[in-house]
């Protein structure tokens, strides 16, 4: 952080961040496939919106990651200030399982039960920006 210039400090942040899920919900559009026992085949009962979906299973709750970054403090009045900051953070963790519980690859309709859907592969990154507004007293 940098000396009083006119009422403001600068500073910059490097470091790093441990965040734990809370709460996941999401919206998808599927394509749902059940087994015929009297074809003895996969078949697809159509498109399906599933609302308020929480795949639990397929989800990491945890991550790591890096924060980076610049902001100011004005001094408002002896030792209550207002900051400004802009943070980068990296999640360092896949946030999936590397392979789906729920979802499956692209396959053909009745196909037969001898040969298994094969579990879809995922993955995803937490990636962001944050801006922070407070202050301090």
Avoid: H, W
């Avoid at 749902?32 to 599933?50: A, P, R």
């Avoid at 196909?111 to 507004?133: E, L």
């Amino acid at each position: 952080m940098t000396k009083d210039i006119s009422g403001f400090r600068y500073y910059g942040v490097f470091g790093g961040d441990i965040a734990i899920q809370t709460k996941f919900r999401c919206t998808d559009e599927l394509t749902e496939l059940k087994f015929n026992t009297s074809s003895g085949l996969y078949e697809s009962s159509g498109d399906v919106t599933v609302s308020d979906m929480r795949p639990t299973g397929d989800l990491i709750p945890f991550n790591v990651g890096l924060n980076v970054g610049l902001g100011f403090e004005y001094n408002l009045s002896g030792s209550t200030s207002l900051f400004v900051g802009f943070n980068y953070c990296r999640g360092f963790i896949n946030q999936y399982q590397p392979t789906s519980e729920i979802m499956v690859d692209q396959i053909k309709t009745n196909m037969n039960m001898g040969t298994k859907p094969s579990r879809s592969k995922q993955s995803a990154m937490s990636d962001g920006v944050q801006i922070n507004i407070g202050m301090l007293f």
